[in-house]
Nanobody
């Protein structure tokens, strides 16, 4: 069964940093592009960053230069290093495959940035 377990969120002051992790199971991890998504109440889930199976990366404009996505195929884990955090980064963060997310979403990890 496909499963994603996100961790690493928390409460941080504006300008601070967090590193999110997502452990995946039930998929052939190394064969999949992976992405981080985020969602705030009342809004649609937003793609934040992606990494292809060949380690090419791309970011939504609002996080370029501040967030870095990476992956460890040996650990079936994708990471999101978030620096210079802003209040508008507050959201629940999820990982899933890219370009087509699976139907299985984890519980996510809450990131709250205080201004």
């Amino acid at each position: 069964q496909v499963q994603f377990v996100e961790s690493g969120g928390g409460l941080v002051q504006a300008g601070g940093s967090l590193r999110l992790s997502c452990a995946a199971s039930g998929i052939t991890f190394s064969s999949n592009g992976m992405a981080w998504y985020r969602q705030t109440p009342g809004k649609q889930r937003e793609l934040v960053a992606l990494i292809t199976r060949r380690d090419s990366t791309s970011y939504v404009d609002s996080v370029k230069g501040r967030f870095t996505i990476s992956r460890d195929n040996a650990k079936n884990t994708v990471y999101l290093q978030m620096d210079s955090l802003k209040a508008e980064d507050t959201a629940v963060y999820y990982c899933n495959t890219f370009p087509t997310p699976t139907d299985y979403w984890g519980q996510g990890t809450q990131v709250t940035v205080s201004s």
